[in-house]
C-alpha cells in the first residue's frame, strides 16, 4: 500500500487542525460550555441530594463542590492544552499515545458510551414532550385522552409517547448537525435561558411565601461545626460525586478546547465551572427548600424533601407553572445532550471510519442508534442494570487520560508533529507497531483493572466516586515507567 493510500485512509476535514481564524472562543464561551453541563435534570437533582443526604449541612457539600469542581478544573486542563494548541480533536490528539489504530478503537469506545447516553437522556427529553403535549390536549378537551388509542402500548409506549420520541430525535439530530459555529450558538442561547427559567422559578417560590422561604433557605447556612474532622470524609465523598458528574466531559475536552483562542481564555474559562456550580447551587437549594415549605411539609423530615424539579412542579398543581418549566427542562436536557454525548461521538465516530463518515452522516449515525437505545429503555435496558455496562466501558476514560497527559506533557515535552498525525506509513512517528502504542495499550488496561473495579468489587465500591482518577493515575505510571526504559 503506498503511503499516499495509507494517508487518506486516516484523514478526514473534521480530524486535521482547524484554521486560526477560526479560534473564536474566550472565557465567556466557556462559561456557557460548563453552564450547559451544569444545568440539567441530573444536575438539578445531584446538587439538592446533596444537601439532602447531609442533613443540610453547608460546609461540607459547599466546600465539597468547590473541591470537586478543582479536580475538574486541573484535569481540564490539561486535557484542553494539547487540543486547544493545535486545534485537533481528542481522537486525533488520541493517535499521537495509542497510535492510529488505537485511536480508533479506544476512541470508539467513547462513542460506545456517547451513543447509548444519548439515547437515554432523549427518551427522558421526549417524556418532557409528552407531558406538554398531554397538557395540550387536556386544555383543548379534558375528555379526549380518554379514548382507547391512548391505552395502546407498544414497547411500554403509546402513541404520545411514540410520536414525541420521534420529535425529540429528528429536532437534536438536524439542529446539531449544522457543525460548532451554530452549535457554539445554541451552547449559548441555552445557558442563557436556563438560568432565566431558573430565576423566574426562583421568583415564583419565593414570592409564594419571602418570609418562611428565605428563613428556610437560611437555615442550612449553619458553621456551627465548620472546622470538625468528621466532616472530612463526607467532603471527600461530595467532591469525588462532583467529580464523577462531570469526568465524561473531560477525555473529550479537547472537541471543544481546539476552538479556544488561547491558553489564558481557556484556563479563565475552565475556572468559570466553579462559578457555575455556585450560582446553579444557590438557586437549586433555595427552590427545593423554599418548594419544601411553600407545599406544607415538615422541613425536619428530610426525606420527604423534593430534590427533583419534575417532583416539585407536579405538587404545584399549576399547569401554566408546569408548562414554563417543562419547557425549560427540555432546553436545559437537549444541551447538556450535545456537549456531553453527541459531540464527542461525531469525532469519535469519524475517527474510527474517517473515509466515510462527516459531521451530518455520524449525527445521522448517532441518531438512528440513540433511538434505537431510547426505544428499548424502558421495557428492556432500565431492566437489566445496562448502565452498569456503560459504567464499565467509561472506566477506560481515566486510563486514557492518564496516557495521553504523560504522553504529551512528559515523554513529547508538550509537542506534537502534527503532519506525522496524519500519516499511516511506517514512516510516521505515530506508525508504533502497525498503528498500535503496545506500552500506552498495556499501561491502560492496568489503569482500567483498578477503575473497573469500584464497579464491580463490593468491598471497593466506595471509591466509585474516584475511579476516573485511580485509573489515570495507575496508567499515568505504568506509562512512565514503561517508556523511561
Known sequence: MSQKKSAENIINWELVAINPNNKVWNWKDLFYFWGVNVQSVIGFSLIASLYTIYSLNFFVVFFGTLLGSLLVYFFSNLIGKPSQKYGLPFATILRTSLGYSGARFFGFIRSIVGIFMFGIQTYFISKAISYLIRILIFTIDNSFLDKDIFLIFLLGLNIIDWLSLIMSIIFQTYLFSKGMVFNKKLIRISAISVYSGMIIFFGIVLFSDTKLAINAFVQILDFKNFINLNNFFPLITVAGTIFAYFSIIIVSYGDFS????????????????????????????????????????????????????????????????????????????????????????????????????????????????????????????????????????????????????????????????????????????????????????????????????????????????????IGALFSSLTYYLLKKD
Not at 479563565?268 to 415549605?293: H, P, R
Not at 412542579?313 to 417543562?326: F, Y
Not at 469519535?348 to 462527516?358: D, M, V
Not at 506533557?409 to 506509513?425: G, M, R, T
Open 258 to 469: 481546539r476552538f479556544v483562542k488561547n491558553e489564558k481564555q481557556l484556563s479563565y474559562g475552565n475556572i468559570s465551572l466553579l462559578i457555575n456550580l455556585i450560582i446553579f447551587s444557590f438557586f437549586a437549594v433555595f427552590i427545593v427548600t423554599g418548594s419544601d415549605v411553600f407545599l406544607n411539609q415538615q422541613f425536619e423530615d428530610i426525606d420527604r424533601i423534593f430534590t427533583n424539579p419534575t417532583d416539585i412542579i407536579g405538587k404545584l398543581n399549576n399547569l401554566q407553572i408546569t408548562t414554563i418549566v417543562l419547557f425549560f427542562i427540555i432546553i436545559a436536557s437537549a444541551s447538556t445532550n450535545l456537549v456531553a454525548n453527541l459531540i464527542p461521538s461525531q469525532y469519535s465516530l469519524i475517527n474510527f471510519k474517517p473515509g466515510k463518515l462527516n459531521l451530518k452522516s455520524a449525527s445521522y449515525t448517532i441518531g438512528f442508534l440513540g433511538l434505537i437505545v431510547a426505544l428499548l429503555w424502558p421495557t428492556l435496558l432500565s431492566q437489566i442494570g445496562i448502565l452498569s455496562f456503560v459504567d464499565t466501558f467509561g472506566s477506560f476514560f481515566g486510563p486514557i487520560c492518564g496516557v495521553m497527559i504523560i504522553n504529551y506533557f512528559v515523554i513529547n515535552h508538550s509537542e506534537i508533529n502534527v503532519k506525522d498525525i496524519h500519516l499511516a506509513s511506517s514512516d510516521s512517528s505515530f506508525h508504533f507497531s502497525n498503528g498500535w502504542n503496545l506500552k500506552a495499550l498495556y499501561s491502560i488496561l492496568i489503569g482500567f483493572i483498578f477503575s473497573s473495579s469500584t464497579i464491580w468489587n463490593f468491598n471497593l465500591m466506595f471509591l466509585q466516586s474516584y475511579a476516573w482518577i
